[in-house]
């Protein structure tokens, strides 16, 4: 196509823009995509931490059994959830991720969808459904109900097991790459964060029942640790996209006027 036309406005004023055969109004690199989910999560919890240390600090170190200092950091649970005004930077924040968490997801079925339809599909809606526990926990704190906050956060920890090993399986069969060796690499990146991720989690367990049935002091903190790391993990895996992604360019066309499209 040569050029598009648009007329409008109440004063008859014409706007023409001329676009090359097959150019584009505006095209953005696919990267910005991993990188805002990862700018606006990390700006989330760390905005949340530094707000909550500054003005709560012992009120959000403080549990049911013990306080400073037997226990002196927060976790995350309490950092996001507890206190005003963290937890609404938190949620703001959390909140725009949405946008780039979904399009992710939407974006690796069309990357991935040609060389394993079944494991692209698997993939998004499980993506999709994490992506919805991840709304549960943020959103239904542990203040407002302790009970449906605890079974969201397992239901996310739950489904990021298949979520992460089904991305790490086709991750290097990305419809578009600007190299192959890129891309294997990216997926041995993808493996060691994935192990540390449920490396993670058994010893987490261990403090918390530590915490929660032994009641012993400092175990919260040394659970908060391993809590934290997760959320670390979390990011990280999602943000190692910026390199299949960069090999995607987004673009804004034209639409084709009714005489073309005839």
Known sequence: MAGSQRRDSPAGLVREVHL????????????WIPFLHTAFASAAFLGALVIGWKL?????VKNEHYGYPHEWFPSVSATIGDRYPGRNVFQILIALTAPPRLLLHIFWYVLTARAAPKRAKA???IGFLRTWTCA???YVTSGDDHDVHDVMMIAYMLLTIPYMTLLVNISDKSLFAHSARKLALNRQRRKWVCMLFFGAIPPMIYFFLNHKVYKIAGAYTTYAFFEWALIVFDVMFDALA?????????????????????
């Open 20 to 31: 090359a055969a097959g150019g584009s109004l505006h095209k953005i690199s696919g990267w």
């Open 56 to 60: 709560h600090y012992y009120k959000i």
């Open 242 to 262: 910026m390199v299949e992604f960069k090999a995607l360019d987004l673009s804004i066309l034209p639409a084709k006027s009714d005489e073309q499209r005839d």
């Open 136 to 138: 549960g926990w943020v």
């Open 123 to 125: 993939l998004f809606w």
